[in-house]
């Protein structure tokens, strides 16, 4: 019995001790507090500007994003948009909006631009810029770019922009037309191996019976017919 109420009489002394621990915690910190209230408001303020400034950042952002959106779709209506005249208008609105997904369009557009005009090499930057970034547009910018390498005969640089744009394709049939061309550049280089082991992975990808299928495993056989020497 003497146990029993021992045990009982040292619960209220536990929680009487677990309370005043808890009240000295409390003070101690309301006295931190005190000595540092400079530091707390700075603190405070400081956060109060990386807050605001995000907000206004945010907002401002979606600003530009509107009317960068308004004028491309204005900019697209005009017939002479990929004419010289279009071209300079395209390059002041990449200026200004750079930085936007609209920009990025309008370096698409830029770059289709100047292969209409004659003028792959001043397209390359434009479409290179897009191509390597992480745009959705990559794959598109690629594929553009390995048109034009293959336009100017440059084999390999061609092969790397079509590879470059089945690693960015988000659909299955912007892969299989990208590694289509790459394998295309390769026949045309004289490698008809190269462009047999695109078709082999390209088949065994595609659908058995289907009408693609089909198509691959013709140029399949011909590339390795004109790899053997046949």
């Known amino acids: 019995m003497a146990s029993s109420t021992v045990a009982r009489s040292r619960l209220p002394q536990s929680k009487l001790d677990s309370d005043d621990a808890m009240a000295l ?98 397209a390359i930057p434009h479409l290179q810029k897009i191509a390597n970034g992480g745009s959705g547009l990559a794959a598109q910018a690629a594929m553009m770019l390995g048109s034009t390498y293959a336009q100017a005969n440059d084999r390999p640089a061609a092969i790397r922009a079509y590879q470059q744009a089945a690693d960015k394709a988000g659909m299955k049939y912007q892969k299989f037309e990208a590694l289509g061309q790459a394998a295309v550049q390769h026949e045309a280089a004289g490698n008809h191996k190269a462009a047999a082991d695109i078709y082999k992975a390209l088949l065994a990808d595609s659908e058995v019976g289907s009408q693609q299928a089909t198509v691959i495993e013709m140029r399949l056989t011909e590339a390795l017919a004109r790899a053997a020497g046949r």
């Open 25 to 122: 915690r409390a003070a101690e910190l309301s006295a931190w507090a005190r000595r540092n209230v400079r530091m707390i408001i700075g603190i405070a303020a400081v956060a109060l500007v990386v807050v605001g400034g995000l907000v206004v950042w945010k907002y401002t952002q979606g600003q530009k994003r509107a009317a960068a959106g308004e004028r491309l779709l204005a900019m697209s209506a005009n017939p002479a948009l990929l004419t010289a005249s279009g071209t300079r208008e395209l390059e002041t609105f990449i200026n200004q909006y750079d930085g936007t997904p609209e920009a990025d369009e309008a370096r698409l557009l830029l770059g289709q631009s100047l292969l209409d005009q004659g003028q792959a090499a001043r």
